[in-house]
């Protein structure tokens, strides 16, 4: 896709070109209305307000990433109509999904910024070296990440980081971070900035959030962490359909016991489900699907900072994630010699004490008043 | 930046180690000092054994005399609810269990979540109640020290906390767990050097005490 002005078809105009029909849009619209917690009534009003909106021109960055979180939105089905809606949002710069390469894209970028000063959206995804890291550790057609991050988001009207490396650093920012990997919201200080997160993110989360965007014309109400309370409101464990085996206390012991077979809470296997903020248990995966919970396996909590240092993936949340037996062993032992260089020392100063006891007489007290 | 989740990150990491290691350093200290420091040597002939007597008052008085009882029926009733119950949500709660499992490899059934949250419960109303009683009762509250209302905060923390987690009452979650973790870590660093230690030295008295009564041939 060569530097393509952004049209002035409406999305409405657009989906239909691609053959949507009005009944299907309606039923995405339904779907964004209860995804975002909106009463169903305002369906109609979603529609309305996406079928006039213009296509937003968007550019999306992509740095230190493994390309998961692109492959999450591409390969979700068939063609949806949430990838009809990135379709045919004006995607100007994309370094995996675009033909133009080199200079031509790197002309692409500049020329969507030029034309749509304070407008366009920019979505990243990956990590970004820091401004005190060596520059060289990724770049893009010579620049650093960090430079073109910053020159592109100067006159974008809002920042979308997807997946975890963009939220919060991510893969290349845990343990020790080599690179010394940041997220955007670390760099970007004056733009909004939407966390989406999770490795990947689920892809309705990511149009969802668009389509807030283009009905509502602002950004979702976020959270702590600046992702849309939308989708990130509850946790998966307060969403989850075992958690009734979690209150009853029914937890599988192993992935082939009777209570996996059963279906049984799987907090003991390490599931991150209690500390974890993401919309997997209520939209699923996989249009719909199923879920990892639901395939047996524990949340990871990929959706939550540092989920790469928080311990084993199999060790329940309870458990502590670094000390070990070995510490304490050591500690216990340090302990039982200055326990006894303490009771040695007193033993001693009691037998100089009666050593050196000086009686005091009746008269000598006297004396002294 | 700093948010919920770092900070729970922080009470499971490098702050679990700090409090394991003062524990464990401070009640070791403690223990071998009592140990070491010992007893004068007695002289006496001794009229009967002290291993039976021992152990037999490590058991007898941890049931109260029926004139202990009379005089003190709050003390006992209350005392014996809020610490058997605390020992159960410590020792029975599902989470707890993994927990010791990953530090010591042992590990024994839990009890479903209801009962926990249930014995929790009541724990929980029979501390305030310790408070109250310790406030209000004439004696009581001349002879409690600063000390003593310390020891209350930390174990109504942990309780407290670890209650509040369990049904989700603060928002989010990884705050109110770190809260707990955090607490509970207050609690082991203040154990080897407060009245909480008794934990670990009660019984160890109690088979001195009984030890003594044997050797002179006394009841124990
Ligand atoms: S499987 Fe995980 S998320 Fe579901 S109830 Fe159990 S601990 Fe919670
Ligand atoms: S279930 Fe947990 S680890 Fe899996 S995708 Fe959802 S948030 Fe991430």
Known sequence: MAARKPTDKTLGESLRERGVSRRGFLKFCAATASMMALPPSMAPAIAAALEKAKRPSVIWLSFQECTGCTESLTRSHAPTVEDLILDVISLDYHHTLQAAAGDAAEHAREQAMAANPGEYLVIVDGSIPGPDANPGFSTVAGHSNYAMLMETVENAAAVIAVGSCATFGGLPAANPNPTGAMSVMDLVKNKPVINVSGCPPIPMVITGVIAHYLTFGRLPELDAYNRPMAFFGQSIHDRCYRRPFYDKGLFAKTFDDEGARLGWCLYELGCKGPTTYNACATMRWNDGTSWPVEAGHPCLGCSEPKFWDAGGFYNAVSVPTSASGMNVLAAGAAGVVLGGAVAALAKKQTKAAVAHRQPVTVEELEAKL | ?220
């Open chain 2, 1 to 220: 930046m700093s948010g919920s989740m770092e900070f729970l990150l922080w009470t499971k990491g490098p702050m679990f180690d700090i409090a394991i290691a003062i524990f464990a350093i401070g009640l070791l200290v403690r223990i071998t000092e009592i140990f070491m420091l010992g007893r004068k040597k007695n002289f006496a002939e001794a009229r009967a054994g002290e291993w039976g007597p021992g152990f037999r008052t490590m058991f007898t008085r941890t049931v109260a005399d029926p004139g202990t009882f009379q005089r003190a029926p709050f003390n006992v009733v209350v005392g014996w609810v809020w610490h058997i119950g605390f020992l159960m949500a410590l020792l029975l709660f599902l989470p707890h269990i993994a927990l010791i499992e990953s530090l010591t490899g042992l590990s024994w059934p839990a009890l479903p979540n209801p009962v926990i949250s249930l014995v929790t419960s009541v724990t929980l109303v029979a501390l305030i109640a310790t408070l109250v009683h310790r406030m209000t009762h004439p004696v009581k509250r001349r002879i409690s020290t600063v000390e003593d209302y310390l020891v209350w905060a930390v174990v109504f923390a942990v309780v407290l906390t670890g209650w509040l987690a369990y049904y989700r009452l603060v928002n989010p979650y990884p705050l109110v767990l770190g809260m707990h973790i955090l607490s509970a870590e207050i609690m082991l660093i203040l154990l080897p050097f407060t009245k909480l230690t008794h934990i670990f030295t009660t019984f160890i008295a109690r088979w001195y005490n009984g030890a003594a009564f044997g050797r002179k041939g006394v009841q124990s």
